[in-house]
């Protein structure tokens, strides 16, 4: 049984690029959660998917969007990227299917440095 | 707001030594509960989780918490410390609704062993 999928593993861009991170999540799973973990930090919360629409954001601005499939699977865009966005990106999956409370598993995350 | 203090950012104990790693948190009523392991340059893995009931829980990796209502803590402790557990142990907390199970982190305590 295959985990949490992210793609790519490493990425540089430089500053105003644009960028576009992949998640599948567990198999089972119907829930997709983005976080963003800057060196020697915890992880914060982007935002989370379910039934292809956003449910939830954290303090992000707009510049960071999302979207979900009908497979499950989603992706992390982030727009006219700046130093600050430099970090490692954790994707979790969950199955929040008949109102369950599931407990979150986590990707290996994908590094991205922003020049 | 919900938050979570880790009040140790790095721990160094002796192979073979108990260890206990604290977690504080702050939150309107009792949330879910959570330690994540985190190796360098890996995803987070699942230590162990208190959603309701018996207060002392077990993990993986022999690891167990003990959620404390009354000091709002869920410190994680193990009786016997091995080299492999060497990594950053993260403690979170989450909501006890349905609006969406998004994970509020620690800052993150490094746990060092020495040989």
């Known amino acids: 049984d295959a985990g949490v999928t992210q793609s790519p593993t490493h990425l540089i861009k430089t500053r105003g690029q644009q960028v576009t991170l992949r998640c599948s999540p567990k198999s089972g799973h119907d829930t997709v959660s983005w976080y963003q973990q800057a060196l020697g930090q915890g992880p914060q919360f982007i935002f989370q998917?379910?039934?292809?629409?956003?449910?939830q954001r954290g303090n992000f601005p707009d510049r960071f969007s999302g979207h979900q499939f009908p497979n499950y699977s989603s992706e992390l865009n982030v727009n006219a990227l700046l130093l600050g966005d430099s970090a490692l990106y954790l994707c979790?999956?969950?199955?929040?299917?008949?109102?369950?409370?599931?407990?979150?598993?986590f990707g290996p995350g994908t590094r991205l440095l922003v020049l | 707001a919900q938050s979570v203090t880790q009040p140790d950012i790095h721990i160094t104990v002796s192979e073979g030594a108990s260890l206990e790693l604290r977690c504080n948190y702050s939150?309107?009523?009792?949330?879910?509960l959570f330690w994540y392991v985190q190796s360098p340059g890996q995803g987070l893995q699942l230590l162990l989780k208190y959603f309701s009931g018996d207060t002392l829980v077990q993990g993986i990796k022999g690891f167990e918490a003990e959620f404390k209502r009354s000091q709002s803590s869920f410190n994680l402790r193990k009786p016997s410390v091995h080299w492999s557990d060497a990594a950053e142990y993260f403690c979170a907390v989450g909501p006890l609704n349905n609006a969406g199970n998004m994970l509020t982190f620690g800052g993150g305590t490094r746990l060092m062993v020495k040989p």
């Open positions: 939150y309107g009523a009792t949330p879910y």
């Open positions: 979790a999956s969950s199955s929040l299917a008949g109102g369950g409370l599931g407990t979150q598993y």
């Open positions: 998917y379910y039934e292809e629409e956003e449910r």
